[in-house]
């Protein structure tokens, strides 16, 4: 171990270490010089610190973000402080001159370091708030994921509230074993599943979930029988709405202060009391968002993960860690089991399936047939009607009176891919898409009597004119879910319309007959399920410029098709010959996500591979390449232009891009993922060294490649 400078020496990056007086008292574990006299030395003077007795030497996580930096480093121990210096607490030490946080790892009785140590400053609370399976699970994902110790700790700690702290523990409340299997009936292998976490082991399945509203209870009955073999359960789903379905499913089979929910939108103060009744073990049921996978659960034994395909799983703080792999690599450490479930499969999942590491869960053909909705593809033009209203609604016959058959017993959902009134604009004439003509992005409309303005800048194009003919009038190339929902008001008069999307998202709808036009992941559920589905413009989402597009698609259909009743109508503005139109029609996720991964791993792209992404200038990446001992196979593809919008401008073109930065991604076989990840590591840290002007953003398996 080393020091950050007890001794006079030079860290790159820090600047010069004062050097220490030399009246400081000896290290721990050797016993004092004698004088000339052949005496010891005299007690220190008053106001000198001593080391503690024991295990003086403290092993510290200090909070420093350069790369070269990712170690820890000792300190001495003041005697004064020797009772709160407990493993795991919270502590202020002096670092290059500053005071700093960290997080005390372990204490010692000497050190490597072969210079003089510096003292602690202080402990800022003695509350262990750092469990060592939590140390050492940050650790392993800090390396997986090519970051730092300490980064990986201030997603994994919430920040202190010393008037919360100081509030007393609660009590455990005992909990006895629920009858029968409940939800987990309708799947051949759930009882056996429920009776090897009742029994104290480990299995491990990916589940495909019924479509329906039961999903929330089948996790609780999972948690509460876990909990019932004295073991702890830990669920991490997408969003807060799921975070509130699942809770209450929980409500109602544990009872009150069994479990606690944790997610964002709680008061700083709120989630840490919630946070230390877990780590206190006053509770052993957890259910949150994705930073809730970090939560130091006593005794671990099911890690749950709902929709592991979601895009909002992957935490957007470096290192970017994915719920699932941490999930995964806490399984594993605990010897706990691991369920991974939604209502689709993605190809992670099934690549866990494929080697062995985890079981298909999932029910007979003839019960998915019993609850599935009835899907029926049409085309976006050959199948306009005459009905003046319909076509003003820009649906397709058979969509239309699906609609309007099915407004009579209840709502019907309307799933529109882009969010906004008129998201992008082309000429009248022509059709040259309308650009603005300070900074070329794409122009777009709020509403129907607004005046186009860009996107990206926010200038107004009042006086815009086609580059090409010189026309003035535009087109909508793009319909958002404002202006579908204004269409679907005229086509379907005295019907009330409801939106739920960024802007304002409906949680929950009453069974009256009503029109919800949403945006994939902002459907709410609809009390008695919907009487019917429209799922608007596939081609918006089938055609992106983007690996995952097929299974995103299929993602996003199914979870909106799973919220209408058993063999409800749902019509999909898609051509049926299509693999994911089929797999939606079939309700095959399984199928269609082994086929896509097996075309993966024909042309060699996640997760049949491991992959990298480097983002920064092309010096900078050049730089970073040079520098990493990158392992035997190691592929460089790239770098390009990266397409990116002014921050908070929305989405950029294809074509064009920021020419400052470019993006390169880096390909190995998937047992060469831990080389990649730690010769990237070392890389940054040498250029951390030499005082890089220019930091590489480096994203191991990223979600978007393209």
């Given at each position: 171990?080393t020091?950050d400078?007890?001794a006079?020496e030079?860290i790159?990056g820090?600047?010069?270490?004062v050097?220490?007086p030399a009246?400081k008292?000896?290290?721990p574990?050797?016993p004092a010089?004698?004088?000339?006299a052949g005496k010891p030395?005299?007690?220190p003077?008053k106001g000198v610190?001593?080391?503690?007795?024991?295990l003086?030497?403290?092993?510290i996580a200090?909070?420093v973000?350069?790369?070269?930096?990712?170690r820890?480093?000792d300190?001495?121990?003041?005697a004064e402080l020797a009772d709160?210096?407990?493993p795991g607490?919270?502590v202020?030490?002096?670092?290059?001159?500053?005071l700093?946080d960290?997080?005390l790892l372990?204490?010692?009785?000497?050190?490597?370091?072969?210079g003089?140590l510096?003292f602690?400053?202080r402990?800022?609370s003695?509350?262990?708030?750092l469990?060592?399976e939590?140390?050492?699970?940050?650790r392993e994902?800090?390396d997986?994921?090519?970051?730092?110790?300490?980064?990986v700790?201030?997603l994994?700690?919430p920040?202190?509230h010393?008037?919360?702290?100081?509030?007393?523990?609660?009590?455990?409340?005992e909990y006895?074993a629920?009858g029968g299997?409940g939800?987990?009936?309708d799947?051949?292998?759930?009882p056996?599943?429920?009776a090897a976490?009742?029994?104290?082991?480990?299995?491990?399945a990916v589940w495909s979930a019924?479509?329906?509203?039961?999903w929330?209870a089948?996790?609780?009955r999972?948690?509460a029988?876990t909990?019932?073999g004295?073991?702890?359960a830990?669920?991490?789903?997408?969003?807060?709405?799921d975070v509130?379905?699942v809770?209450?499913a929980?409500?109602?089979?544990?009872g009150?202060?069994?479990?606690?929910?944790?997610?964002?939108d709680?008061?700083p103060s709120e989630?840490?009391?919630?946070?230390?009744?877990?780590?206190?073990?006053?509770v052993?049921v957890?259910v949150?968002t994705?930073a809730?996978?970090?939560?130091p659960?006593?005794d671990?034994?099911?890690t749950v993960l709902?929709d592991?395909g979601?895009d909002?799983?992957?935490?957007?703080h470096?290192?970017y860690?994915?719920p699932?792999?941490v999930?995964?690599?806490r399984?594993?450490?605990?010897?706990?089991?691991?369920?991974?479930?939604?209502?689709?499969r993605t190809?992670?999942?099934?690549?866990?399936v494929?080697?062995?590491?985890?079981?298909?869960?999932a029910?007979d053909?003839?019960?998915?047939?019993?609850?599935?909705?009835?899907?029926g593809?049409?085309g976006?033009d050959?199948?306009?009607p005459?009905?003046?209203?319909a076509r003003s609604a820009r649906?397709?016959?058979?969509?239309f009176?699906a609609?309007?058959r099915a407004?009579?017993e209840?709502?019907?959902?309307?799933?529109?891919p882009?969010?906004?009134?008129?998201p992008?604009?082309?000429?009248g004439?022509?059709?040259?898409q309308?650009h603005?003509?300070?900074?070329q992005g794409?122009l777009?409309l709020?509403s129907?009597?607004a005046?186009p303005?860009?996107?990206?800048?926010g200038?107004i194009a009042?006086d815009?004119?086609?580059p090409?003919?010189g026309h003035?009038h535009?087109?909508?190339?793009?319909v958002g879910?404002?202006?579908?929902?204004?269409?679907?008001?005229?086509?379907f008069?005295?019907?009330?319309?409801?939106?739920?999307?960024?802007?304002a998202?409906?949680d929950?709808i009453?069974p009256?007959?009503?029109l919800?036009?949403?945006?994939?992941?902002?459907?709410?559920?609809?009390?008695?399920?919907y009487?019917?589905?429209?799922?608007l413009?596939g081609?918006a989402?089938?055609?992106?410029?983007?690996?995952?597009a097929?299974?995103?698609?299929?993602?996003r259909?199914m979870?909106?098709a799973a919220?209408?009743r058993p063999?409800?109508?749902v019509?999909v503005s898609?051509d049926?010959?299509?693999?994911a139109?089929?797999?939606?029609i079939?309700?095959d996720?399984?199928?269609f996500?082994?086929?896509?991964?097996?075309?993966?791993?024909?042309v060699?792209?996640?997760?049949?591979v491991?992959?990298a992404?480097?983002t920064?200038?092309?010096?900078a990446?050049?730089g970073l390449l040079s520098?990493?001992r990158?392992p035997?196979?190691?592929?460089v593809?790239?770098?390009v232009p990266v397409s990116?919008p002014?921050?908070g401008?929305?989405?950029a073109p294809?074509?064009g891009?920021d020419?400052?930065?470019?993006?390169?991604?880096?390909?190995v076989?998937?047992?060469a993922?831990v080389?990649?990840a730690?010769?990237l590591k070392e890389?940054?840290?040498?250029?951390s060294?030499?005082k890089?002007d220019e930091y590489?953003?480096?994203q191991i398996?990223p979600?978007?490649?393209?």
């Amino acid at each position: 171990m080393t020091n950050d400078g007890g001794a006079a020496e030079l860290i790159p990056g820090l600047g010069d270490i004062v050097p220490v007086p030399a009246a400081k008292p000896a290290r721990p574990g050797r016993p004092a010089k004698p004088t000339k006299a052949g005496k010891p030395r005299k007690t220190p003077k008053k106001g000198v610190r001593v080391p503690a007795e024991t295990l003086p030497v403290a092993r510290i996580a200090v909070d420093v973000a350069l790369p070269h930096l990712d170690r820890p480093f000792d300190y001495l121990i003041p005697a004064e402080l020797a009772d709160k210096a407990v493993p795991g607490c919270r502590v202020r030490v002096r670092f290059a001159g500053k005071l700093v946080d960290g997080f005390l790892l372990e204490r010692a009785g000497e050190s490597d370091h072969e210079g003089t140590l510096r003292f602690l400053e202080r402990v800022t609370s003695p509350e262990p708030v750092l469990a060592p399976e939590i140390a050492a699970l940050a650790r392993e994902v800090a390396d997986r994921y090519a970051g730092s110790l300490y980064d990986v700790l201030r997603l994994a700690i919430p920040p202190r509230h010393a008037r919360v702290e100081a509030e007393p523990p609660g009590e455990r409340l005992e909990y006895e074993a629920p009858g029968g299997p409940g939800p987990w009936a309708d799947y051949p292998a759930g009882p056996s599943f429920l009776a090897a976490l009742g029994e104290r082991r480990a299995p491990r399945a990916v589940w495909s979930a019924l479509p329906g509203p039961a999903w929330p209870a089948a996790m609780a009955r999972a948690a509460a029988v876990t909990l019932a073999g004295g073991r702890g359960a830990l669920v991490v789903v997408a969003d807060w709405r799921d975070v509130a379905r699942v809770d209450e499913a929980l409500t109602a089979e544990l009872g009150e202060g069994r479990h606690v929910a944790l997610t964002a939108d709680l008061k700083p103060s709120e989630r840490y009391r919630r946070w230390l009744t877990i780590l206190r073990g006053t509770v052993r049921v957890v259910v949150g968002t994705r930073a809730a996978m970090f939560a130091p659960v006593h005794d671990l034994g099911l890690t749950v993960l709902w929709d592991d395909g979601d895009d909002v799983h992957p935490d957007p703080h470096a290192p970017y860690p994915h719920p699932r792999e941490v999930l995964a690599l806490r399984a594993h450490r605990a010897g706990a089991a691991a369920l991974i479930g939604g209502f689709t499969r993605t190809t992670e999942a099934t690549q866990l399936v494929e080697s062995g590491w985890a079981h298909a869960l999932a029910a007979d053909r003839v019960r998915i047939r019993e609850l599935m909705p009835r899907i029926g593809p049409v085309g976006d033009d050959a199948e306009l009607p005459k009905d003046a209203a319909a076509r003003s609604a820009r649906l397709p016959n058979v969509a239309f009176q699906a609609a309007r058959r099915a407004l009579e017993e209840g709502p019907v959902l309307v799933q529109v891919p882009r969010r906004g009134y008129l998201p992008a604009l082309a000429c009248g004439r022509c059709r040259t898409q309308a650009h603005c003509t300070a900074c070329q992005g794409p122009l777009a409309l709020q509403s129907s009597h607004a005046t186009p303005y860009c996107r990206w800048c926010g200038r107004i194009a009042g006086d815009w004119r086609c580059p090409e003919c010189g026309h003035i009038h535009i087109r909508a190339i793009v319909v958002g879910a404002k202006r579908t929902a204004e269409e679907l008001g005229r086509a379907f008069p005295g019907v009330p319309v409801k939106t739920s999307g960024r802007d304002a998202i409906l949680d929950r709808i009453g069974p009256q007959r009503a029109l919800v036009v949403a945006t994939p992941g902002a459907e709410p559920v609809a009390d008695e399920g919907y009487a019917a589905a429209l799922l608007l413009d596939g081609w918006a989402l089938l055609g992106r410029a983007d690996l995952r597009a097929g299974e995103e698609t299929l993602r996003r259909w199914m979870n909106a098709a799973a919220l209408v009743r058993p063999a409800g109508p749902v019509v999909v503005s898609a051509d049926g010959s299509l693999p994911a139109v089929q797999a939606l029609i079939r309700w095959d996720p399984v199928t269609f996500a082994e086929r896509e991964l097996a075309e993966r791993r024909e042309v060699g792209f996640p997760p049949a591979v491991r992959m990298a992404s480097l983002t920064a200038s092309p010096a900078a990446i050049r730089g970073l390449l040079s520098d990493a001992r990158l392992p035997e196979g190691a592929e460089v593809l790239g770098p390009v232009p990266v397409s990116a919008p002014a921050p908070g401008q929305g989405p950029a073109p294809q074509e064009g891009g920021d020419p400052e930065r470019e993006r390169a991604l880096v390909r190995v076989p998937r047992a060469a993922g831990v080389p990649l990840a730690r010769a990237l590591k070392e890389a940054q840290g040498v250029r951390s060294a030499r005082k890089a002007d220019e930091y590489v953003r480096v994203q191991i398996d990223p979600l978007e490649l393209l």
